[in-house]
């Protein structure tokens, strides 16, 4: 029973985890792209890399937090520009694989010995380069908090005001949405997402409203990043093509076009993940299963399991959870 | 699909092949005087660094696996026979105050985990040789390498009597590929014999000298490249062309190749011929039913391509972890044998490799004939352009794109299997690694088109081998997918697309 109520308590407390909200925002631009311009952008885990790194490598040479932040952003805005201006003219699949691939080799780039100097190449960036200009913001007094069954430091890698400040900024980034989506600009977005013709034929510039819509869900993207490696490293072989996969689970879980979808998808997917993994770890080190199903295959059969939930969320309820099946925009090439 | 067009393909042949004449002289003359250059560098304490009997081994290592957080430092030591010794001790000093002993085994280079990038000092302890293996006098006991992370630095001693040369030069650290997960040997090919041709450089591309001989050598691993690319790649093409989907499960399905290639042939020592057809038959089922299961009922239900495009993205996310579940999550070799190296044209490939580009060049043929000669054939071009127009004359469009399941499966599979054969080591991450470069393959030549997947195969693999020369070589992927968002700036239908595919 004590196994169990750990289990839980781990699984809750992802749903509050800085991972979580960092993949939420993430989900939130790829909502931006996806679900309200119809844009399959395939690389957001390169938005979030470059994110990471810009924000990493301006602190380490001495930029205070917001200008860090600035950077992180003004990194996601040119690389959506440098992809978008070839790509956005052509069919829709053109943008997924243009994307995956820029994000592979930002990840390449990242990790090769070639700028080892600022990118620290394979191994990454230490947390403890970049991570002081955001901890001396923390308004919290020193020591540990407990609420409920959670506890942890109040500032720090895994602390609460990583927890808040991560929360926080998906909130605004939450109202963000909600108040461009609803705006007229926001009605092109989806009217580009119905049908691109007429939009065309109302005389707006569709090839500029996508590339609007690319940047803001880019530097969505990067600021995503920035939260990733706020409690952890910054490491380019994290952010690869399995996080750009996740953050799609993440959206279409939740909903794509619905202002709460990635935020709901983000605390479903990874409390379930975490709660599968540990509860199949606890039952292969606890029980007989361990004979058939060894702690290390865990990670494996979680993996599966999430390409199965992804596949079979396309097929059977590709509205997610809050979606509305007429406003999605997979019918539209 | 513009399969009517083969003359194209044929000319681009010929233009290689009278490029590799033109070429050919330069290359068989400079072979003696680029052996030195490379031994220099990579060797500059040993004053003896003219002829040398150099013998790269090729081996990853059994006890030290490189990945994205390890170096590794590997040693063998030979006779003159080239059998390898075994209970020799060498001792591994470098930076950091690193020092450790490893001993010598006959089955695979001995190498040990070291904590830092940079050069490291071996020292072989001559008393531990075998009393009919000494080392020839004046040898030096020390070599040097360099470890880089992702990457073996290996380094071979020769011993025994009737040795010529005191040692060999030790080997660059070979990077395993830049993706660095991935773990393919690219140094396969650079197992040199005797004159020692054409030792494809590795590492960093400063700190080697330019010659024509290396462009040559890497003009040859790129055709390697290109040919088993373009294997793969067709079927990826087929399927686009035939159903309209970009199947990002296809890459799994070559490393599916390789990863049941590696259990039947390697765990379950079957031959190499009976082991790959098995693993063959096993991966076109799995194309049937995939079709059967899941692409069928969701064509019958009109499911848009972008739908089907993020189906078989989980489809891969799973295949990916099933093959991490069958073959574990390190590097793995088909055949654990040292490759045999044999120079034609000037060009040295292992054995396996020559055998493999022959292999995928006769299927490459039989598949263009299959699509311009065969009823069928015929039918799947016919409904690539157009499916209704081809179901109103009377084709099956159901049974043709069956077919092309099986075809792009099992094409993918032999692809796979060819390439954990003739490249040295792999890992489950070998089929997104090469996903990407496959799609900048079609998209190069033309998405949709037969022989576009050809045409841009071949040039994604010259590209990400002749890359190697000027750039460093964990960055070459990297050159071919800039290549691809070039493409799509410039000529978006890629090289033998048409305009009206793109829209």
Known sequence: MDEFLRILTQSLAELIAPTTAAYALAAIGLN????????????????????????????????????????????????????????????????????????????????????????????????RNYKGTFQDLSPLPDGRTVIGPLEYINTGSDSWWTRI???????????????????????VLKGIREDEDAVRAL????????????????MLGALGGVLYVLPITIAPDAMGRTMTFFVWTVLLLGGAATVFGPVLGAMIFFGAYMFMRTGMRALSENTGVGDVISTTNVEQIGGMLVGITLMLLVIFRPQGILGNKKELAFNVR | MTTDRPTRAIALRRTVAALAIALAPAVLASPPAQAAPGADAAHTSSAATSTT????????????KPDDSTACVAVVVMNDAGDRIADAEVTITGPGGFDETVTTTADAPASVAVPEVGRYTLTLDPASLPAGEQLPDGASTELQVTAQTGGTGRAAFQVGGEAV???????????????????????????????????????DASERAFSWGQVWQQFGSGIRFGLLLALASIGLNLVFGTTGMSNFAHGEQFALGAALGFIAIN????????????TIAVCALTGVAQDAAIWRPLRRRGTPVMQLMIVSIGLSITLQ???????????????????RPLTLLGITLSTTSWISMAVALVCLIGFALFLTRTRLGRATRAVSDNPALASATGIDPDKVVRVVWILATAFAALAGLMWGISFGSFNWQLGVQLLLLMFAAVTLGGLGTAFGALVGSILIGLVVELSNLVIQSDLRYASALVILILVLLIRPQGILGRRERIG
């Open chain 1, 32 to 127: 931006l792209h996806f679900g309200y311009t119809g844009l399959l952008n395939m690389g957001q885990a390169g938005f979030m890399l470059l994110g990471a790194y810009g924000f990493g490598i301006a602190t380490i040479a001495g930029a205070p937090f917001f200008l860090a932040l600035l950077v992180a952003l003004v990194a996601g805005l040119i690389f959506a520009l440098l992809l978008g201006i070839p790509t956005l003219q052509l069919r829709g699949d053109y943008l997924a694989i243009v994307t995956i691939s820029a994000a592979e080799i930002i990840r390449w780039i990242g990790r090769s010995t070639w700028l080892q100097e600022w990118t620290g190449g394979a191994s990454g960036l230490q947390g």
């Open chain 1, 165 to 187: 400040f991560a929360w926080g900024v998906v909130a605004l980034a939450l109202l963000f949405v909600w108040l461009v989506t609803r705006s007229p600009w926001g009605r």
């Open chain 1, 203 to 218: 005389g707006k510039n569709v090839y500029s409203y996508k590339l609007q819509s690319l940047v803001l869900g880019g």
């Open chain 2, 53 to 64: 009997a150099t013998r790269l081994a090729t081996d990853v290592a059994t006890d030290c």
């Open chain 2, 165 to 203: 040369a005191p040692e060999s030069p030790s080997a660059e650290a070979t990077t395993t590929a830049p993706g660095g997960d991935e773990g393919t040997d690219a140094g396969t090919g650079t197992t040199t014999e005797g004159d020692g041709v054409a030792t494809a450089p590795e590492g």
């Open chain 2, 267 to 278: 765990q379950m020592g079957m031959s190499i011929w009976v082991g790959g057809l098995l």
């Open chain 2, 321 to 339: 972890y099933v093959i991490q579940l069958l073959i574990g999550g390190g590097s793995e070799r088909i055949l654990s044998a040292n490759p």
